[in-house]
């Protein structure tokens, strides 16, 4: 499906839908299975990255079967949309919504500001031709978007939105107030340190350009990237288990949890799952150095992440019940 009624109860219901990044089986096996299993509705988002590492079509047929799969878990009614994550170029967002998606982002958002309405109202006008859906972005995250790289973050103007959702006629806005791709969403200077554990703490989120947005655009879609928490856990176990990624920092979950239950109704997590899956490997490699069937490293790894959905979920983003 795409993601017109997810959103419009999402935003009523006061929660967000989960947009997790798939590139390969165990990763879609554990998205699957959370969302059956608590009845939230997802988004499976394929990035330009993820095409070329595991092929479009082979993509496309296990978002399919991912659908009759989730049946099969006893989900009888999925809820499931298989967008594009980060389309660059009108051409990669149409020969996605000829391939059968159901959403699409076109991210012109590092292109000036009539260029990006130009790009984005073209592929609005080829995929709303088929119902699919289009996120646009307005305002640049910090960090890297695919390959697209900023070094600083430029919050989204509150004055530009109504302009850019009217002309583009997009469907959702992704926004920029401090979210940021990756592991490493601050640096250290960026941070303060919490004097009890020595552990960075991020800036805030910039709430008042978020309410801003909504008091032009009330009752717009808005979209939160970059919106993983790095949790401490996943980052000590891949330190513990011969792995380096020293002030790892992501966006701490209780603001997450405040801004689903705004207008956000779409937040991205990947690098999250990613975390996961190194640190159930790492532990399995350290403890069993003999291990060389790839179940007896990707199975616990898979569980590790469909935890880690489930928490989000439930915890995080309030989705859970809201497909039943
Ligand atoms: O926003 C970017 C996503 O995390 C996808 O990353 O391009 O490495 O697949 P990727
Ligand atoms: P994270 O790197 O914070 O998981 O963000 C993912 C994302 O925005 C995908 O588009
Ligand atoms: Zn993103």
């Given at each position: 499906m795409n993601t017109r009624e997810m959103f419009a109860k999402a935003i009523k219901g006061g929660y967000a839908i989960p947009a997790f990044n798939f590139n390969n089986m165990e990763q879609l096996q554990a998205i699957i299975k959370a969302s059956a299993e608590t009845k939230s509705p997802v988004i499976l988002q394929v990035s330009k990255g993820a095409r070329n590492y595991a092929n479009q079509t082979l993509l496309r047929y296990m978002a399919q079967g991912a659908v009759e799969y989730a049946k099969e878990l006893g989900w009888e009614h999925p809820q499931i949309c298989l967008h594009l994550d980060h389309g660059d170029s009108f051409e990669l967002c149409k020969s996605c919504v000829d391939f059968g998606f159901s959403s699409v982002m076109i991210?012109?958002?590092?292109?000036?500001y009539e260029e990006n309405i130009a790009l984005t109202k073209k592929v609005v006008d080829y995929a709303h031709q088929y119902d699919v859906t289009v996120e646009a972005e307005l305002g640049v995250l910090a960090g890297v978007e695919d390959e697209v790289s900023s070094a600083v973050s430029h919050y989204t103007k509150p004055e530009e939105v109504v302009d850019f959702a009217t002309r583009t006629g997009c469907d959702s806005l992704a926004i920029s107030i401090g979210t940021s791709h990756?592991?490493?969403?601050?640096t250290p200077e960026q941070c303060t340190r919490?004097?009890?554990?020595?552990k960075l703490v991020p800036p805030p989120l910039a709430f008042d350009v978020l309410d801003a947005i909504m008091e032009q655009l009330p009752g717009f879609p808005i979209v939160l990237h970059g919106?993983?928490?790095?949790p401490q856990e996943y980052v000590d176990m891949i330190n513990q288990y011969g792995g380096k990624l020293p002030d790892a920092v992501g966006i701490p979950e209780e603001q997450l949890r405040k801004a689903s239950?705004?207008?956000?109704?779409k937040i991205n997590i990947d690098s999250d799952s990613r975390l996961a899956f190194t640190a159930a490997v790492r532990k399995v490699f350290a403890e069993k150095p003999g291990e060389f069937d790839p179940r007896k490293y990707c199975g616990p790894a898979r569980d590790l992440m469909e935890e880690l959905y489930k928490h989000k979920i439930i915890n995080v983003l309030g989705s859970d019940g809201k497909a039943e």
């Open positions: 991210d012109a958002s590092h292109l000036p990756g592991a490493y969403k601050f919490d004097p009890k554990t020595g919106s993983s928490s790095v239950k705004s207008a956000v109704c």
